[in-house]
């Protein structure tokens, strides 16, 4: 389940911001350099506005991508980095917020807003095929005819 | 002397403001006719003053006038006339006077085009047009006036953000702000009806053609956004969940399904609470927009202007505004008939679908955009919400929508036969799951199930609507037989349909490019060949340029595949003379099935360049869809219906022909 969630946000993954490249950042081991792009254009780069460590060409942000580039090198994995990172910076500095008790509004939310529309959309349903076809008022009748009484378009017609 | 007298026009506007917000609406009560029909006459009196006074900051900026501090700030003597121009829109305090200018914009539409709905209804709907621009003009007289000046004066100007030193951008705010204020429209015309407690039939097919006018300038506007900082901010994404990319993307949803809600209102009568409720919605995410993006309590890329005291004032008026309407609404909502009975099978309930969904995913942004704000205000700790969450978001609700669609556009009203439906439907579900499990094969993206299915949704909203179209034309004749429907009442069923295969162009777009796109980080010399999706890039070289206000170096490609020469890529990286800010200039060889992009990185030494090269499959689909969007709107406006109504109400207006609008209601 795990890994099927991973594939999914790495294949929508978005390339993010102003235009540093990683090409000087290479890996022996192969997809070592995929965790490496994946980290790092998941994490903001902490001085800039929206910015990606992987865009940003801020000085704190090229240091940031040495420094995780060397422990990446040094055989460190992609959770290892995270949770250093985590541990220096903070989860601010994650664009995927971590699931803990206190981001739990955040990943339970929607589904609590999803129940609600269903909820919602349930009630209406039931309240509408309860109740009897209401009839306009002689005046109202009579202003709708008046607005309506040039148009051709067959679904003014009921459709 | 002269932004002395644009600064007065404002004053003068906010008095002529005020008035329009008080005297028609106390006329509507006390039912005094020349009280109400004041109203008109205010609107353009209000228009005359803010179009001088935007005209006389236009002239300031085109006169290198920098004892006016605005333009001392955004303009300078080398930008180009073009830029100067949109250099007035350019920051915080231009900004809010564009926006004061097209509300007044609006209301004259509205004062114009309005000859055949009742005054009370006409003065109530500008009366509380009034009392927004009441807001907004204050707010720039108390906190933010574009003609406050300085002494001595530069000798030069700051410089318009390089950023925003393009032509996508010069139009992208006016057309956005078009949207968002176009809303306003729906919201007076719904607080009105509140006010008269009169929410029927003939109120949603007033507001209808208006709220479809400013969906279309909210959709474009979004799109040429995307646009630009595809092509501008050299990272080849084309959304990225910014903050102020989302404040502009909540009021699209809820206005979307606004529309939609409208049309059972007009049609059906139902669900008229809940449009009521999406009117003031729609318009107040707009203001939050406003909001968020001037406020500065967001860092993001696109906060230009960032200032604490005017965000307090922009949030009292936000609780004025909403706080206001919503006591109005549930003052009100009780007395609001429930309308026509529908069956559980039918389009009202598709409808209703939808516009849940909408909503939904409107307040899952809302969530998301806020969250980091109200975690920091409530110490919880500082977190960010970014685009691997909005991501996941975005693919639990579109899905669904989708589907929706193409069974609502089908359904009838009231009552829709499930077995009728089952019959029409079935040939275009069978197609849309065999195209679906075809693009799982391995020669095309060998079992990734996302484009599976993306694309079958994509093939179930294109193949249900043409199958539509088809039973609607069944008893037609030809072409002939098609175009005689186009023009006789048609368009707006044809808007619907061309818009909604735009979001099937779209999801094609978007899972393509998502899925398909390659990007390449690579460092070369002159004379290198990367190879990125069989395309061959050379690279050239760097060479030095000028422009008018900024140094460039220019790269230089050639780019072939199978020997055969494509197109040549002339990157650039500019550093502008007054903001130093190096700013990329990405260079693109554009095509309908993919997009070839070169960035140029840093300079490596020796002639070596760091670059990113990419590779970008049907990206283009994502804007043409929203262009077609945007079009079908446009069709749905110009339905003869609406064109009847104005044709009717030109009779009677004296000052239709000089008014800005598109059309009536």
């Known amino acids: 389940m795990r890994t099927f969630f991973l594939t999914l946000m790495f294949l929508l993954i978005l390339p993010s911001s102003h235009a540093s490249t990683l090409a000087e950042y290479t890996f022996d081991e192969p997809g070592k350099a995929e965790d490496f792009r994946t980290v790092t254009e998941e994490m903001r780069c902490l001085v800039c506005q929206n910015e990606s460590l992987a865009g940003s060409n801020a000085e704190l942000a090229v240091d940031l991508r040495n420094e995780i580039y060397d422990m990446m090198k040094a055989g460190r994995n992609k959770d290892e980095v995270i949770d250093f990172m985590v541990s220096r910076y903070g989860d601010f500095v994650l664009y995927r917020p971590p699931l803990k008790p206190s981001t739990y509004p955040i990943w339970?939310?929607?589904?609590?807003?999803?129940?609600?529309?269903?909820?919602?959309?349930?009630?209406?349903?039931k309240r509408k095929s309860l109740t009897r076809e209401t009839k306009l008022s002689t005046d109202e009748q009579h202003r709708l005819d008046d607005l309506l009484e040039q148009s051709t378009d067959p679904r003014d017609n009921n459709q | 002397m002269i932004p002395e007298l644009g600064h007065f026009t404002l004053i003068l506007a906010l008095c002529l403001a005020i008035t329009q917000a008080v005297v028609p609406l106390v006329g509507s009560y006390t039912r005094t006719i020349s009280w109400m029909a004041a109203s008109r006459s205010l609107a353009w009196g209000q228009f005359v003053f803010l179009a001088i006074s935007l005209a006389i900051l236009t002239y300031a900026f085109l006169g290198n006038d920098f004892s006016v501090i605005y333009v001392a700030q955004n303009g300078n003597t080398k930008l180009p006339d073009l830029y100067k121009i949109s250099a007035v829109w350019g920051a915080h305090e231009g900004s809010l006077l564009l926006w004061a200018c097209m509300l007044a914009a609006w209301s004259v539409a509205i004062a114009a085009f309005s000859r055949n709905l009742p005054l009370e209804m006409v003065s109530r709907v500008l009366s509380v047009m009034g009392m927004v621009s009441i807001g907004f003009l204050l707010f720039m007289l108390l906190t933010s006036n574009p003609f406050d000046r300085t002494f001595p004066a530069p000798f030069e100007g700051g410089e318009l953000n390089p950023m925003l030193q393009d032509p996508g951008l010069a139009i992208h705010p006016p057309l956005l702000y078009m949207g968002y204020v176009g809303f306003s429209v729906a919201f007076a015309f719904a607080i009105a009806a509140l006010m008269g407690g009169r929410l029927d039939g003939s109120w949603a097919r007033w507001s209808r053609p208006w709220t479809t006018i400013a969906w279309v300038f909210l959709t474009l506007g979004i799109v040429l956004g995307s646009w630009w900082a595809y092509y501008e901010l050299g990272w080849g994404g084309w959304w990225f969940w910014d903050p102020v990319e989302n404040a502009s993307f909540m009021p699209w949803l809820i206005g979307t399904a606004l529309m939609h809600s409208l049309a059972v209102t007009e049609k059906r009568g139902a669900f008229k609470s809940w449009t009521v409720l999406l009117a003031i919605s729609a318009f107040s995410l707009s203001l939050l927009g406003t909001f968020l993006v001037r406020s500065g309590v967001l860092t993001s890329v696109h906060s230009f202007a960032a200032d604490p005291e005017r965000g307090v004032f922009i949030l009292m008026f936000l609780l004025v505004v909403i706080g206001g309407s919503l006591l109005l609404y549930t003052w009100r909502a009780p007395y609001i008939s429930g309308g026509g009975r529908f069956d559980l099978v039918s389009r009202e309930t598709f409808l209703l679908g939808n516009n849940l969904l909408l909503a939904v995913f409107a307040a899952l942004v809302l969530l998301g955009t806020l969250a980091p704000l109200i975690y920091d205000a409530l110490e919880l700790g500082k977190i960010s919400v970014g685009f691997p969450w909005f991501n996941r978001m975005f693919l639990l609700t579109t899905p669904f929508l989708a589907l929706l669609m193409g069974v609502g556009a089908l359904s009838h009203w009231k009552h829709a036969e499930p077995s009728l439906f089952v019959k029409q439907l079935r040939v275009a579900f069978i197609i849309s799951l065999l195209f679906g499990l075809l693009s799982l094969l391995p020669v095309f993206s060998a079992g990734n199930w996302l484009v599976g299915l993306g694309m079958?949704?994509?093939?179930?909203?294109?193949?249900?609507?043409?199958?539509?179209?088809?039973?609607?034309?069944?008893?037609?004749?030809?072409f002939a037989g098609f175009w005689l429907d186009f023009k006789t009442g048609g368009r707006s069923y044809y808007g619907m349909i061309l818009a909604h295969l735009g979001v099937a162009v779209f999801i094609v777009g978007i899972t393509l490019v998502s899925n398909f796109g390659r990007e390449e980080d690579v460092r070369m010399s002159p004379g290198d060949v990367s190879e990125?999706?069989?395309?061959?890039?050379?690279?050239?070289?760097?060479?030095?340029?000028?422009?008018?206000?900024?140094?460039?170096?220019?790269?230089?490609?050639?780019?072939?595949?199978?020997?055969?020469?494509?197109?040549?890529?002339?990157?650039?990286?500019?550093?502008?003379?007054?903001?130093t800010m190096p700013m990329t200039e990405a260079a693109i060889d554009w095509g309908l099935t993919r997009d070839l992009y070169v960035s140029l990185g840093e300079p490596l030494g020796g002639g070596d360049w760091s670059l990113r090269l990419y590779y970008k499959p049907y990206v283009r689909w994502i804007w043409l869809g929203g262009f077609l969007m945007g079009l079908g709107g446009i069709l749905a406006v110009t339905d003869r219906r609406y064109r009847t109504s104005r044709m009717r109400s030109a009779k009677t207006a004296d000052t239709a022909n000089a008014a800005p609008a598109v059309s009536g209601g």
């Open chain 2, 532 to 579: 990125i999706a069989g395309y061959n890039f050379t690279f050239e070289g760097v060479t030095q340029v000028s422009g008018p206000n900024y140094n460039a170096s220019r790269g230089r490609f050639q780019v072939s595949k199978d020997g055969e020469h494509v197109a040549t890529l002339e990157p650039e990286k500019r550093a502008y003379f007054v903001k």
């Open chain 1, 108 to 125: 339970f939310g929607p589904l609590i807003v999803f129940l609600i529309g269903g909820v919602v959309l349930f009630r209406i349903l």
């Open chain 2, 456 to 478: 079958g949704l994509a093939m179930w909203v294109a193949s249900s609507h043409l199958v539509n179209v088809r039973d609607r034309l069944k008893n037609k004749r030809g």
